[in-house]
T-cell receptor
Framework: GAVVSQHPSRVICKSGTSVKIECRSL??????MFWYRQFPKQSLMLMAT?????????EQGVEKDKFLINHASLTLSTLTVTSAHPEDSSFYIC???????????FGDGTRLSIL | AQKVTQAQTEISVVEKEDVTLDCVYE???????LFWYKQPPSGELVFLIR??????QNEISGRYSWNFQKSTSSFNFTITASQVVDSAVYFC?????????????FGQGTILTVHP
């Protein structure tokens, strides 16, 4: 149980392209989903927290117009990297949880490479 | 503010050795939760354990065991008779209350390499 599916697993695209990443909880309803960014050999950095039906809460320093988050249902959240540039290249991971004190279950991550 | 420190950046052992990964945390919350996650080379994070602040009982799951000590704010993870498949990055994480409720604070991670 507690499976989170994240797609795509890898994206390579040109600078200026917008990229959408999907995060789905397959066998549970996720009241909250989280988006993280991870640089090589570093820890996970929380970008934003999203609750179904409401606007995402972004961490300090994360541009909300750059990283658009939509959490339209209890099983789906999307992260859109708008007009991506090489500095946006990174490993993006989503997680989902049924309740605030329960474990977060993570997707497999998306490796984004902007040329 | 919450903080998780994993002082060991990298650990290298030979198969069948026991290895302990250290985790020290800081929080002002009286109720909090501690987690360990494993990140193999493929990248996904695998949930290993959740422990709440009121339960100091140590836990064993197969070759894995966890030692939670509130007095020293530590939540250490031991792998007994390590195997090559244990090679991964291991993250300790803290989930507190207040304005941080629901958010995980991760340690820097410990890279474990188990050699055959």
């Amino acid at each position: 149980g507690a499976v989170v599916s994240q797609h795509p697993s890898r994206v390579i695209c040109k600078s200026g392209t917008s990229v959408k990443i999907e995060c789905r909880s397959l066998d549970f309803q996720a009241t909250t989903m989280f988006w993280y960014r991870q640089f090589p050999k570093q820890s996970l950095m929380l970008m934003a927290t999203s609750n179904e039906g409401s606007k995402a809460t972004y961490e300090q320093g994360v541009e909300k117009d750059k990283f658009l988050i939509n959490h339209a249902s209890l099983t789906l959240s999307t992260l859109t990297v708008t007009s991506a540039h090489p500095e946006d290249s990174s490993f993006y991971i989503c997680s989902a949880t049924e309740a605030g004190d329960q474990p977060q279950h993570f997707g497999d991550g998306t490796r984004l490479s902007i040329l | 503010a919450q903080k998780v420190t994993q002082a060991q950046t990298e650990i290298s052992v030979v198969e069948k050795e026991d290895v302990t990964l250290d985790c020290v945390y800081e929080t002002r919350d009286t109720t909090y939760y501690l987690f360990w996650y494993k990140q193999p080379p493929s990248g996904e994070l695998v949930f290993l354990i959740r422990r709440n602040s009121f339960d100091e009982q140590n836990e064993i799951s197969g070759r894995y065991s966890w030692n939670f000590q509130k007095s020293t704010s530590s939540f250490n993870f031991t792998i007994t008779a390590s195997q090559v498949v244990d090679s991964a990055v291991y993250f300790c994480a803290l989930l507190g209350g207040g304005t941080s409720y629901g958010k995980l604070t991760f340690g820097q991670g410990t890279i474990l390499t188990v050699h055959p």
